[in-house]
């Protein structure tokens, strides 16, 4: 009776051994943090994504999370979701019908005449309690179209009487002339969708923050300019804007191109005109960039400068002034979190407050410990780890075959 209760003990501590280390590997899956600013009042929070954190984020975004100094992960919700007051500065976009063959599922297609950059699409629906995912592309002729953001997830309804409610989908900043949502609702019944639009004074406070380190070299060929552009990590990249000092009068084609390795993936074509301000919005997560200039007959541009930009990026959270918080990135295995505040998203202010984060660092070691440590130790620890694990299941194992051999003999 002896030895079963110490075979259940030493079962129920190999158990508890393997779910911590499955719980460390979950946090080492993060393999980058940055430490947020500590608050001075415990309240919402705009939290600033920077350049250097996204850069180390997935393309969607999905592995961002918050935690606290016990490994606590902290709801949070993007600032592009809290509803807007000024219903006066809605614009409803025209519905364009223009669906495509390739087109899968169901479509809704809208045409921003506002011109202005966008970085959300508010959109209303009737009331629905499915989930579906969605792709948004961009178009400036409805025939040639890139992809913004995909696997987008659509909200359920929130209880209310009105039989529609409003979602804000939130994507990398560009100005397509028109945007089209793809459900992926293959062989389920669709969605309906209402209408679309902006709010007009959210829109023209979108702002952007320079990415540091951008080097660039350029080749003319026969009646072509190529520029590649290369930076420093793989940056969330929103705009580009070309110092172009000649000739006065301009107006040339140019394609821009997300480069991986040998393969290259256009992600905008626009023009080049000296009557504009020459800022080229477009949506590309990469190191590499190719810009290809269409001269025709003209001498090259001289283009003395390129400066690239992110989109002000932010998530809202509840966070304590007792409490330490940083931020986790750059796991691929990660999924997009639902957490409840965003059923709760009208509780929020507007002008809440905003902090941003420290240093991004690998996420080995939390940073006082790093900055201590004269030597990485890690190796040894796993190694330690996985030999101690292994002496207890051997342990088990003999304990088990020997309670075996007892019940043999009892009987």
């Not at 939290?47 to 393309?59: C, E, G, W, Y």
């Not at 190719?290 to 025709?296: E, K």
């Not at 505040?341 to 407050?353: E, G, Q, R, V």
Request: hydrophobic letters at 40%; glycine letters at 4%; charged letters at 25%.
């Amino acid at each position: 009776m002896m030895k079963l209760r110490t075979r259940k003990r030493n079962v129920a501590l190999t158990a508890l051994f393997c779910g911590l280390m499955l719980s460390a590997s979950a946090q080492k899956n993060f393999k980058y943090r940055a430490s947020l600013q500590k608050v001075d009042t415990t309240g919402f929070y705009r939290i600033s994504l920077q350049p250097a954190f996204v850069a180390k984020a997935m393309p969607d975004k999905a592995d961002i999370r918050i935690a606290d100094a016990k490994g606590n992960f902290i709801p949070f919700i993007e600032a592009g979701s809290l509803p807007q007051k000024d219903q006066k500065s809605f614009v409803v976009f025209s519905t364009i019908d223009a669906r495509l063959p390739t087109d899968t599922g169901t479509t809704y297609t809208v045409e921003n005449k506002t011109g202005l950059p966008l970085d959300r699409l508010w959109i209303r629906l009737q009331n629905t309690a499915v989930q579906r995912k969605v792709n948004l592309m961009g178009s400036d002729d409805l025939k040639q179209w890139f992809a913004i953001q995909e696997e987008i997830l659509l909200q359920e309804a929130v209880q209310n009487s009105e039989g529609t409610y409003m979602q804000s989908l939130s994507f990398p900043a560009s100005s397509y002339r028109y945007l089209k949502i793809l459900v992926d609702d293959k062989r389920k019944a669709p969605i309906k969708f209402l209408q679309a639009g902006i709010y007009t004074e959210y829109a023209k406070t979108l702002a952007y923050s320079p990415i540091p380190g951008l080097q660039f070299t350029r080749a003319d060929s026969n009646k072509t300019t190529f520029i590649a552009i290369k930076l420093n990590d793989n940056y969330q990249v929103n705009k580009l804007h070309l110092n172009i000092t000649s000739p006065k009068y301009f107006k040339r084609n140019i394609t821009i191109y997300q480069v991986t390795g040998n393969y290259k993936e256009a992600v905008i074509e626009a023009e080049l005109n000296s009557a504009k301000n020459n800022d080229l919005l477009f949506s590309a997560k990469a190191k590499e960039l190719l810009l290809q200039i269409g001269n025709g007959d003209n001498q090259p541009l001289t283009i003395s400068g390129i400066n690239a930009y992110q989109a002000d990026e932010y998530i809202i959270s509840y966070l304590d002034n007792k409490q330490n918080y940083h931020l986790l990135g750059g796991d691929s295995t990660a999924q997009a979190p639902e957490y409840d505040l965003k059923f709760f998203a009208d509780s929020i202010k507007d002008n809440i407050p905003t902090v941003a984060h420290e240093a991004v660092i690998k996420n080995n070691l939390p940073p006082a410990e790093k900055a201590k440590a004269g030597k990485d130790y890690t190796l040894f620890i796993w190694i330690a780890i996985v030999v101690s694990l292994g002496l207890l299941l051997l342990l088990t194992l003999k304990m088990t075959k020997e309670v075996g051999k007892k019940t043999g003999v009892d009987k």
